[in-house]
């Protein structure tokens, strides 16, 4: 234990250590200071039509806009790839409703995977389609944050930025560069990277295997990147191809989180009051340190059923991979449902139920912790404006953040959010059980496969990815209603944060009083960690006590089912 627990805090000291000096990187980015490809940055704005600042309306427009050509060049992608090239394999095109899945999964960066991915999708397809989709989805979030930090940071201000000069930069200057570099360290690891569709092999036996390759090392960079998860094969990060060494565990790691943790400092900067970034590095920190020692404790102590057939303390190693052990495959089961990223380097379904549970409630919380590149810093936002409201409440004095008052506008559109998640996850889920394809798209009887079904539209609803595998998603119901759950769940939260931001920007800050609630000391730390869990637990805990509460108890006593 002693060993794994001086990984998992090596891990983070090379991530803050990192993620601090790119946060401050970023902000450069988004003033304009940084511009050695200036010339291809005025090209594509140029092709762009960019007309200067926007307002939040007219940035949300452009948002909405660029995301609704992105899926349409997509779907049509997807379901006409067999008259397109690159498709050595042969493939035909996508039914209809696993088009419209994968569209709106890649648009939304959820990268929810309905499909087989060397089974299902051409080279052009993962090259032309998806991989372009890794690239402007997690450009658009980190627009929106630094949108959001702009309209939070103004003083009278009608704008808030361009959509199209955020994205390219962020594209430009941040993705592109860092995908660029991971992506030659991973093919000089190892990683397959061809436009080749399968190479044959004899093995051993004498038998003959069809081993799929492809552009997998290019594809895998931006996938950790751009937290979107994504994977070239359908086993994802625990296909050998894909993650074949400790080290390239440890590197897509990091990847996941690098860019959401810098935005705490690229926030701070950019509004200009550090103090208050690392107010919300040290939120997200806390809860991703307890959700580690939560799944960990849960993981390390294993199934008592399986106990007679294991050796001593060795833990929950079903589903695992042993070049990874028990520490790498729970640090990654954290970092990627703390993070909108979705991928996997083991079976979340052959998790121990508690284990499971803090999984999905990484995700049902509104994955903040760090969540996803620009998106995490802003749900986690909207947090904030709930939490200095319930201050002021209870101070009984308007509250403020950063200076300026919080109105009633600006609780109620941070309120409207705080419906998203339930909506996807307990209505639709709801739908699905009643009158959808759920009894037969679960593979487990008793509280397991309600966990299956609930995990699978908490990961739609936050823009994960991530799923027990167990559960068949493939069919024209849940393609169509885990797809409308990822597009409730993306843009939900997008356009009401713009709107505040537009809100805020048009006001004056006020100097601070002796009755100001400062937002940046541990106090403010606690009390928003506080108003996550209780609005987590409050919304979410009797469906969690039917599936994995329920089924822990039942393992406990030794039932199976």
């Not at 009051?273 to 919300?280: K, P």
């Not at 997200?284 to 390390?300: H, I, P, Q, R, T």
């Not at 001593?312 to 954290?334: D, Y």
């Amino acid at each position: 234990m002693q060993s794994d627990l001086l990984q998992a805090a090596l891990y983070a000291v090379i991530l803050v250590a990192l993620a601090v000096p790119l946060g401050l990187y970023m902000a450069r980015v988004y003033s304009g200071e940084v511009t050695f490809l200036a010339p291809v940055e005025r090209a594509f704005l140029g092709a762009a039509g960019d007309r200067g600042d926007q307002s939040w309306v007219s940035y949300a427009v452009s948002l909405l806009l660029f995301n609704a050509a992105g899926f349409a060049l997509l779907f049509a992608i997807l379901l006409f790839q067999d008259r397109l090239p690159l498709n050595p394999q042969g493939f035909d095109g996508l039914t209809w409703h696993l088009a419209f899945n994968t569209a709106v999964s890649f648009v939304t960066n959820t990268n929810w995977q309905s499909y087989g991915g060397e089974t299902t999708l051409s080279n052009f397809s993962q090259m032309v389609g998806l991989t372009t989709q890794n690239f402007v989805s997690a450009a658009t979030g980190m627009a929106l944050a630094a949108a959001v930090a702009r309209g939070f940071a103004g003083r009278q201000v009608r704008t808030i930025g361009n959509f199209w000069t955020d994205l390219t930069r962020s594209v430009l200057y941040i993705l592109l560069p860092l995908s660029l570099a991971l992506a030659l360290v991973f093919a000089s690891l190892g990683l397959p990277q061809t436009l080749a569709g399968s190479v044959d092999a004899t093995t051993l036996e004498g038998a003959k295997q069809t081993i799929a390759i492809g552009p997998v090392a290019s594809q895998l960079a931006i996938k950790q990147i751009g937290t979107n998860g994504g994977g070239f094969f359908n086993v994802n990060s625990s296909h050998p191809f894909e993650n074949p060494l400790a080290i390239t565990s440890y590197l897509s790691m990091l990847a996941i989180l690098l860019i959401p943790v810098a935005f705490c400092f690229t926030y701070g900067r950019m509004i200009g009051d550090r103090r208050q970034g690392i107010a919300l590095f040290a939120a997200m920190g806390v809860l991703l340190l307890a959700a580690f020692a939560a799944l960990y404790s849960a993981e390390y102590a294993g199934n008592p059923i399986h106990a007679p057939y294991v050796e001593p303390v060795t833990g929950n190693m079903e589903g695992k991979e042993q070049r990874f052990g028990l520490v790498g495959s729970v640090l990654w089961a954290v970092t990627t449902t703390a993070a909108s990223n979705g991928s996997v380097n083991a079976m979340h379904d052959s998790l121990t139920p508690l284990a499971g549970l803090i999984a999905m409630l990484n995700m049902q919380l509104g994955e903040i912790v760090y969540g996803g590149v620009g998106v995490g810093l802003t749900g986690m936002l909207l947090f904030v404006i709930v939490t200095v409201f319930l201050a002021g409440l209870m101070v009984g004095r308007t509250p403020e953040y950063l200076g300026k008052k919080i109105e009633a506008k600006e609780v109620k559109l941070a309120a409207l959010t705080l419906l998203i998640m339930p909506i996807g996850v307990l209505v639709l889920g709801a739908l699905a059980i009643a009158v959808g394809t759920a009894q037969s798209s679960v593979q487990d009887a008793g509280p397991h496969g309600l966990s299956e079904l609930i995990y699978a539209y908490t990961s739609a609803t936050g823009n994960n990815g991530s799923a027990f595998a167990g559960f068949n998603a493939n069919t024209p119901w849940h393609n169509t209603f885990l797809g409308l759950a990822m597009l409730f769940g993306r843009f939900g939260y997008m356009i009401p944060i713009l709107a505040i931001a537009g809100s805020l920007g048009l006001k004056t800050p006020a100097a601070p009083t002796a009755g100001t609630f400062p937002t940046h000391g541990v106090v403010f730390v606690v009390l928003l960690v506080a108003t996550i869990l209780i609005v987590g637990a409050l919304t979410f805990l009797p469906a969690l006590a039917l599936g994995p509460i329920a089924e822990q108890v039942s393992m406990l006593a030794g039932t199976t089912f």
